[in-house]
C-alpha cells in the first residue's frame, strides 16, 4: 500500500505507541483519525502529526462500547471518505497473582473486575475496531489493512494472566481475520513489543525497570518510534497477512 493520501484510524493515539504509529504514518504523508479517551492527550497528538503537513481529526471514544465505536468509525469515514488502515492499539493492565499465598494462606486473588477490566479493552476493543472496520471498508470497497498491537507478554508472563490471555487472544484473532478478510482485500497484521519506553514506566520503580531491561539481550528498552515502523511495513507490504511482528530486543518470556 501507497500511504501518501490513505486514512490510518488509530485507538489509543494519544500517547506512548500509538502516538508515535501516528506520528509515523503523518511523516508518510498518511491523513490520520486519532481515537482515544483523552482528550488533552489526543490535542497534542493532532499537533504533533498536522505539524508533518498531513490532516488530523481527534475522536474521543471508548472502545469497550460497542455504539461509541460505531458511531466513531461512521463520523471518520463522514469525516474523510476513507478508511485505509485500522490500528487496535489501545490496551490496559490490571496485573496480579492468580493467587497469593503467605504461611500456607491464600491472602489475595486476581479479582474479576481486574479480569474483566482487561479483557473488555484488550480483547473486546479489538475485536469491536476490527469488525466495524472491516465492515467499513467492505462497503468502501477499496481494501484495507487492520493491525492490532499484542504483547511479548502473550507468551505467558507472571502476574499477567488477564494481560498475557488477551495478548494471545490478539495474535489468534489476527489470524482468523486474514482467512476471513483476504476476499475482500483486507490484510492483517498484529505487532508483540516488548519492553517499551511509553509513559506506564513513570509508575515503576528504578530497581524494576533496571531489572526489566537487564532480561532483554540487546540491554536496552525499545523505543515508540520502532513500534511505529513494524505497523508501517505491514501496512505497505501488500503480501503480509495474518503473522505477528515480535519487536522485543532477542527477549523471549
Known amino acids: 500500500m501507497q500511504l501518501d493520501g ?27 483519525a486519532l481515537i482515544d479517551l483523552n482528550s488533552d492527550d489526543l490535542a ?12 488530523a481529526a481527534t475522536y474521543v471514544c471508548n472502545v469497550t462500547n460497542e455504539q461509541e465505536i460505531e458511531a466513531t468509525l461512521d463520523r471518520i469515514v463522514q469525516d474523510f471518505g476513507r478508511l485505509d488502515v485500522m490500528i ?12 497469593k499465598a503467605q504461611d500456607g494462606k491464600v491472602v489475595s486473588k486476581m479479582s474479576l473486575d ?5 479483557l473488555d479493552v484488550n480483547l473486546t476493543g479489538v475485536f469491536l475496531g476490527a469488525r466495524e472496520a472491516a465492515a467499513r471498508m467492505i462497503a468502501l470497497g477499496n481494501g484495507g489493512v487492520i493491525i492490532s498491537t499484542s504483547s511479548i507478554s502473550r507468551a505467558g508472563n507472571m502476574g499477567q494472566s488477564n494481560y498475557s490471555a488477551t495478548k494471545a487472544g490478539v495474535v489468534a484473532m489476527n489470524v482468523v481475520w486474514a482467512k476471513e478478510l483476504a476476499r475482500y482485500g483486507i490484510r492483517t497484521g498484529a505487532i508483540a513489543p516488548g519492553f517499551t519506553r511509553t509513559e506506564i514506566l513513570d509508575t515503576m520503580k528504578p530497581e524494576m525497570i533496571e531489572r526489566a531491561v537487564s532480561a532483554v539481550p540487546l ?7 520502532e513500534m511505529a515502523h513494524a505497523a508501517i511495513f505491514i501496512a505497505e507490504n501488500d503480501y503480509f497477512s495474518g503473522r505477528v511482528i515480535e519487536v522485543d530486543g532477542g527477549q523471549r518470556l
Do not use: H, Y
Request: proline content about 2%; hydrophobic content about 45%.
Open 114 to 118: 481486574q479480569w474483566r477490566a482487561v
Open 219 to 225: 540491554r536496552r528498552m525499545a523505543e515508540p518510534a
Open 88 to 99: 487496535n492499539n489501545a490496551g490496559v493492565t490490571k496485573d496480579a497473582l492468580l493467587v
Open 6 to 32: 490513505k486514512l490510518v484510524a488509530i485507538t489509543g493515539s494519544g500517547r506512548g505507541i500509538g502516538r508515535a504509529m501516528a506520528q509515523a504514518f503523518a511523516n508518510k504523508r498518511a491523513n490520520v
Open 44 to 55: 497534542k497528538s493532532k499537533e504533533l502529526c498536522e505539524a508533518a503537513g498531513v490532516r
